[in-house]
């Protein structure tokens, strides 16, 4: 090796630069190389195995409401996570003139038209005791309340809706002391056949709301008249329209989607 | 040895004998490798039960105005990958991998960052007028390779153009996922369907990506696809070996790093 003093080193050339970048990369004999490829792949080979049967074993566990047991678990890890997270969250609210009409996507539980005059919602407690049975009148005489919010649905679409009603935790505070500290509420449509869960805290959000209107005008019947539920903060499928029972519960009530493969919380 | 594309104009026989004037570089580090393989059926997994997501409401298309030219997706194709009314399955599916695509693709940049790897994948000021030359190259309208480190100009620009697509892929997927909890969040893309948008268009270029990578690398060969598994490539001779002045032998383009055959392969 000669280091004798270089006057003028010349400058690298690119290169001799991009060289540069390798040069402290460990180099060994290409004879080993030979026995490495053999273990590197031979590990691959094991960890793709690993990968496969963990995919096998989500795919034949029991089904969990349609799911596969571990994905089950992992939307209520999902719920622990976000729930946890979403305290004192709201979503945006728009000026009145971003409103636009909403499309008309579930018919489960309002096919058939009803004589809104006759309608009445039954208040249950958790231990099916009735609470009350009341008629419009009685939500109407409850604080109002107009709310300009993107309402989402689970399939993607999305739409900016001025809904008007009451919120639900005004309605709440009617039954708080009778029904205590429960940590869920049940919606059901009418005819039993739409229902939908909700835990107490996303219900008690203050833009969960009882909707009597859709802008200034009483909901239509295809849109939920003359009650249904709005949230910007969970997807369109826990909006339940025509709301027949409302039921507190200990438990989780029946959801009629999360029963069909869905998450049962639906958070946004 | 087994056959050695890495340097085709060698012979296999010849390359045993003359193999002491060669020697093995670790190029990818066992982080990298791991990382790499370990991403790509989670990404397989998200595009695909994103897809079934998607389908619930296709209404992107490229096309002007009313006039569709191509619409996402036909219907051959949601038939033939079965991604018909499966959206609930594939929500479950997308929010749980997701967590492990994220968090696979967070120590890949953390490891980026703490080991200054990411100074071989960022393109340098050279990075455009090289990258062409990549281009001309591998159409076979040039004949020399421009000089090039662990990667070349058009590798540095494709994997930076991936890593900046996964970031923004991760960031508009979770404004979508949780628009109110999140919030301002979905704002960065205009909004809650600005985030949607942009989230779909980011899965097709990372699909096209990994077509044009698959491509590639099948193109580069057996030594270039060895490397992610091994960890190694052959090269002539160490640069830092004794007698080493003369440092412009045109060693880099046999490292054969880039997806790219080299020259003189075709």
Redesign the interface.
């Given at each position: 090796m000669s280091d004798q003093h270089e006057p003028t080193r010349p400058e690298p050339t690119r290169e001799e630069q991009l060289r540069a970048q390798l040069e402290d990369a460990p180099t060994i004999p290409v004879s080993e190389l030979k026995g490495r490829t053999r273990r590197s792949f031979l590990t691959g080979a094991a960890g793709a195995g690993v990968a496969f049967l963990g995919w096998r074993w989500i795919q034949d566990s029991p089904v969990d409401d349609g799911i596969p047991q571990p994905l089950r678990n992992t939307l209520e890890f999902n719920e622990q996570v976000w729930s946890n997270l979403s305290e004192g969250r709201s979503a945006p609210e728009f000026p009145v003139s971003k409103a636009t009409p909403i499309q008309v996507n579930g018919r489960i539980g309002i096919r058939n038209e009803i004589e809104l005059a006759d309608w009445t919602v039954r208040v249950e407690g958790p231990d099916g005791e009735l609470l009350d049975e009341l008629d419009i009148s009685a939500f109407e005489a409850l604080p109002q309340r107009d709310m300009i919010i993107e309402h989402k649905c689970i399939e993607g679409w999305s739409s900016i809706v001025h809904w008007g009603g009451t919120r639900f935790s005004d309605f709440h505070a009617r039954y708080a002391d009778q029904v205590g500290d429960v940590p869920y509420v049940g919606f059901e449509t009418p005819d039993g056949l739409y229902y939908v869960g909700w835990d107490m805290s996303s219900a008690m959000h203050p833009q969960t709301m009882l909707a009597l209107r859709q802008g200034t005008e009483p909901l239509t019947q295809e849109h939920g008249a003359p009650l249904r539920l709005a949230t910007p903060n969970k997807y369109g499928i826990k909006c339940l329209k025509r709301i027949g029972v409302i039921r507190y519960a200990r438990e989780r009530p029946a959801d009629y989607w999360a029963e069909r493969s869905y998450d049962w919380y639906a958070g946004l | 040895?087994?056959i050695d594309t890495t340097e085709p104009e060698t012979p296999p026989d010849v390359a045993a004998t003359t193999?002491?004037e060669?020697?093995?570089?670790?190029?990818h580090p066992r982080a990298i490798r791991w990382l790499h393989?370990i991403n790509f059926?989670l990404l397989m997994i998200m595009i695909w039960s994103g897809l079934r997501?998607?389908w619930?409401?296709d209404?992107y298309a490229l096309g002007i105005g009313s006039w569709q030219w191509f619409a996402f997706f036909p219907d051959a194709v949601y038939e033939t990958l079965d991604l018909e009314r499966r959206?609930?399955?594939g929500?479950?599916?997308h929010?749980?991998f997701g967590?492990l695509f994220v968090i696979n693709g967070a120590i890949y940049g953390i490891y980026l960052l703490a080991t200054r790897e990411w100074?071989?994948i960022l393109p340098d000021r050279?990075a455009a007028k090289e990258a062409k030359d990549v281009v001309l190259h591998d159409l076979h309208l040039k004949k020399e390779m421009p000089?090039?480190?662990?990667y070349n100009a058009a590798q540095r620009i494709s994997y930076t153009a991936v890593l900046v697509m996964a970031l923004i892929i991760v960031v508009s997927g979770f404004a979508i996922?949780?628009?109110?909890?999140l919030?301002?969040l979905p704002l960065l893309f205009g909004?809650?369907?600005g985030a949607?948008l942009v989230h779909f268009w980011m899965t097709i270029g990372l699909g096209l990506f990994f077509l044009v990578h698959v491509l590639q690398v099948l193109r580069a060969g057996w030594g270039n696809f060895?490397s992610m598994?091994?960890?190694?490539v052959?090269e002539r001779r160490?640069?830092?070996a004794?007698g080493n002045e003369t440092?412009?032998a045109p060693?880099?383009p046999e490292?054969e790093t880039h997806d790219a055959p080299i020259g003189g392969s075709a």
């Open positions: - | 040895m087994s193999s002491d060669r020697v093995a570089r670790l190029v393989w059926p997501i998607y619930a409401e209404v959206l609930a399955r929500m479950a599916f929010f749980a967590w100074r071989h050279h000089p090039q480190g662990k996922y949780k628009p109110t909890q919030y301002p909004g809650y369907q949607r060895r598994v091994t960890g190694y052959i160490s640069p830092t004794p440092i412009s060693s880099v490292t």
